[in-house]
């Protein structure tokens, strides 16, 4: 389990990763609870970082983590935001997923979302599980893999 000394040096490591690759950037916030660390970074170019549909961002995340592995050898995960890129990507999957919904519920015709990787169909499924109008399922291939929204028989 990370602590504050921990915390303390993987800060030291993201920011000294963003001025060895010349991004000005700084830890707007860091929230440690459990063995999940959440950074958000702050920085004037994001779409350079976060990539197309967040790849950029997710790869930047695991290069991240095995560099901070090399100093800190304890297991945690580490939960990395751009300009709260995630954040946003969050809300609006949710408001997506609480819309068409909506839609099924009053049509009765199964709506069927783009593919999507498997942490923003989660978002989805679990948004839509306490609703008794409507269910989802998962069908598909990754990375082609999608979540049909459907109206409960």
Same mark, same amino acid.
């Given at each position: 389990?990370?602590?504050?000394?921990?915390?303390?040096?993987?800060?030291?490591?993201?920011?000294?990763?963003?001025?060895?690759?010349? =991004?000005? *950037?700084? @830890?707007?916030?860091? !929230?440690? &609870?459990?063995?999940? #660390?959440? $950074?958000?970074?702050?920085?004037?170019?994001?779409?350079?970082?976060?990539?197309?549909?967040?790849?950029?961002?997710?790869?930047?995340?695991?290069? =991240?983590? *095995?560099? @901070?592995?090399?100093? !800190?050898? &304890?297991?945690?995960? #580490?939960? $990395?935001?751009?300009?709260?890129?995630?954040?946003?990507?969050?809300?609006?999957?949710?408001?997506?997923?609480?819309?068409?919904?909506?839609?099924?519920?009053?049509?009765?015709?199964?709506?069927?979302?783009?593919?999507?990787?498997?942490?923003?169909?989660?978002?989805?499924?679990?948004?839509?599980?306490?609703?008794?109008?409507?269910?989802?399922?998962?069908?598909?291939?990754?990375?082609?893999?999608?979540?049909?929204?459907?109206?409960?028989?």
């Amino acid at each position: 389990m990370l602590d504050q000394k921990d915390l303390q040096i993987i800060k030291g490591i993201v920011e000294e990763f963003f001025k060895k690759i010349e =991004l000005e *950037a700084f @830890i707007e916030n860091s !929230i440690l &609870k459990e063995d999940t #660390l959440s $950074l958000n970074v702050k920085v004037k170019e994001p779409k350079l970082l976060i990539g197309e549909k967040g790849e950029a961002l997710s790869d930047l995340q695991h290069l =991240l983590k *095995a560099i @901070i592995k090399k100093r !800190i050898k &304890k297991d945690f995960y #580490l939960d $990395l935001d751009i300009n709260s890129y995630k954040e946003r990507k969050v809300e609006y999957l949710k408001s997506l997923a609480k819309g068409l919904a909506d839609e099924v519920s009053l049509t009765k015709k199964e709506k069927i979302l783009p593919a999507m990787p498997a942490y923003e169909r989660r978002i989805i499924h679990l948004e839509l599980a306490s609703r008794k109008d409507v269910t989802t399922q998962s069908t598909g291939k990754e990375p082609e893999r999608k979540v049909i929204i459907k109206p409960y028989p």
